[in-house]
């Protein structure tokens, strides 16, 4: 008996009690591992999804540059409609729709620029580089509305295409142009520098150089060829002069130069207290003007714009030049700008604190230096004089350009004096 319980301890056997959490945990952490092998091993031969997917959402090269008033951009992917502001990018397949007061200047992949008229929809179709620079692909549809289109240099591998519903244009380097489409389904091309290559829908397909002007029809064919009437230059009122005047309403006579090439037939000119010239800004429009002058009677005080154009015996218009700013004032006589209250305390030195008052937003100048006038109309300025100065004058200038120089004197090492008007 005593060897039978001897053989049996040689084979004992011990046992762990192991909770069923501990086999779950177990479990979970041989799945993770499982599921971290194979997300690198797809990493490993797939990439990044996520790289991906921003790379193809970053900005393609197409942005823009400046915008004046109501300019929005339809998404191409949501079909939202977002106003534009200084962050707005652009995407292949945005529309870019300009107001009637509103206008957009573009920089397009190539470094080319488009500059969007009011009333105007165009797609951004493409703006992109590919082989790390080496090709440059820029595409813009104009549905209706104008455009500016200038390119700058290009490689062989860059394309710059501009459609319209009747053409096709490939513009070359060093290119200025301009694309139309009108409401009734005509089109023109302008070519003020360089040259484009343009094939219609009719199937023609010709070269429009430098100073060239080609009119389309309804039927996607040339119309008319002819040479390109430039843009009349305007002389008088210049941009931003003020015009004084002593009533309520004054003559302005608006004066310009013939173009420097074409021959116009007439003029066309319009006045309008808005830079866009929509219609419920518009003062004057008159047409059929044949003389380089006109006179605008009784435009009463405030800011106006004004704008010419010129229109050949072929019906072929120039594009309106630049509008120009100007302002009329009414004179009001001697008493306008006014000063008072003046005293010059003396600090150390040279240096003197001047205090008054005039109007409220008043521009006072003083020695070299100047200072607004607060809401109050008071004003105080810290000046430095040469040594022996008796008199010192103060300049004051209104929001509306108007100046009186006032005087006063320096008495010892204070003064103190009352300033008298003059004009």
């Known amino acids: 008996m005593s060897n039978m319980s001897n053989r049996q301890s040689l084979f004992e056997i011990e046992w762990w009690v192991i909770s069923k959490r501990s086999i779950y945990l177990i479990i979970a952490l041989l799945l993770c591992g499982v599921l971290v092998g194979a997300l690198s091993v797809y990493l490993w031969i797939y990439g990044n999804p996520f790289e991906k997917e921003t790379k193809l959402q970053a900005p393609t090269g197409a942005r823009f540059v400046s915008f004046d008033g109501d300019v929005r951009v ?21 529309i870019v729709q300009t107001q009637a007061d509103g206008r957009a200047r573009i920089l ?24 790390g620079g080496q090709q440059t692909h820029v595409r813009v549809a104009v549905e209706r509305g104008q455009i500016n289109v200038r390119t700058e240099e290009q490689s ?24 139309g489409v009108r409401d009734d389904n005509t089109e023109d091309i302008r070519v003020s ?17 430098a100073g060239e002007y080609v009119a389309i029809n309804q039927t996607g064919n040339i119309a008319r060829r002819e040479r390109l009437l430039d843009v009349p230059a305007p002389l008088a009122p210049r941009d931003l002069e003020r015009i004084f005047a002593r009533s309520s309403g004054t003559n302005v006579t608006l004066r310009w130069q013939k173009p420097a090439t074409g021959t116009p037939a007439y003029y066309r000119i319009e006045v309008a207290t808005s830079p866009f010239f929509v219609s419920a800004g518009k003062v004057i429009e008159r047409d059929q003007l044949t003389n380089t002058e006109y006179n605008v009677g009784e435009l009463r005080p405030g800011v106006y ?13 120039s594009e309106w030049s630049e509008p120009q700013k100007f302002t009329i004032v009414v004179t009001q ?6 000063i008072w209250d003046v005293s010059a305390e003396y600090v150390a030195g040279n240096i003197y604190l001047v205090r008054g008052r005039t109007q409220a937003g008043n521009t006072i100048r003083i020695a ?12 105080q300025l ?11 004058s103060i300049e004051a200038e209104d929001s509306q350009g108007y100046r009186g120089q006032y005087r006063f004197p320096l008495s010892g090492g204070r003064g103190t004096a009352d300033a008298a008007n003059r004009r």
């Open 108 to 131: 397009l992949a190539d470094g080319s620029t488009l500059l969007v008229r009011p009333n105007s929809v165009v797609t951004i179709r493409d703006s992109r580089t590919a082989d």
């Open 156 to 179: 062989e591998k860059t394309s710059n295409i501009v459609e319209t519903r009747l053409t096709e244009s490939r513009l070359a380097a060093q290119t200025g142009a301009s694309f």
């Open 368 to 379: 070299g230096r100047e200072t607004l006038a607060t809401r109050d109309g008071t004003f």
């Open 193 to 209: 520098a360089g040259s484009i290559e343009t094939t219609t829908r009719g199937g023609e397909k010709t070269v429009v150089r």
């Open 74 to 94: 339809v998404r191409a992917q949501t079909r939202e409609t977002v106003q534009v502001n200084a962050n707005t990018q652009l995407y292949p397949g945005d």
């Open 333 to 338: 006589g001697s008493g306008q700008v006014v």
């Open 382 to 392: 810290q000046i430095a004089v040469p040594p022996g100065t008796r008199e010192l």
């Open 305 to 317: 714009y004004w704008r010419v154009r010129a229109v050949a015996p072929s019906g072929q218009a």
